[in-house]
């Protein structure tokens, strides 16, 4: 089994930076690509940030691109996403999602980052 796990959130100030990060482990694996997500209260969870595992390509959503961030640090199945300029509207729970070269989709269980005005 492969297992995610998200670190990371926490409270901070509108304005301010925070970085989440998503390590994998478990059985041998071919990481394809990462993915950050994130839900807030009462709303559908929403993509945020992608990378490709080989050659690092990123993609973002609207709502994230020019503030937030996304790598990788292959060695150790890690990726990141550093948060700057943060609004009150970016406050939700935060998932990583890793998918595998075949296929196979593993998500983390969540880090909560609050923004506070």
């Known amino acids: 089994q492969v297992q995610v796990v998200e670190s990371g959130g926490g409270l901070v100030q509108a304005g301010g930076s925070l970085r989440v990060s998503c390590a994998a482990s478990?059985?041998?694996?071919?990481?394809?690509?990462m993915k950050w997500y994130r839900q807030a209260p009462g709303k559908e969870r929403e993509f945020v940030a992608g990378?490709?595992?080989?050659?690092?390509?990123?993609y973002y959503s609207d709502s994230v691109k020019g503030r937030f961030t996304i790598s990788r640090d292959v060695a150790k199945n890690t990726a990141y996403l550093q948060m700057n300029s943060l609004k009150p509207e970016d406050t939700a729970i935060y998932y990583c999602?890793?998918?595998?070269?075949?296929?196979?989709?593993?998500w983390g269980q969540g880090t909560q980052v609050t923004v506070s005005s």
């Open positions: 478990g059985r041998t694996f071919s990481t394809y690509e």
């Open positions: 999602k890793l998918r595998e070269s075949g296929g196979g989709d593993y």
């Open positions: 990378i490709w595992w080989i050659g690092g390509r990123t």
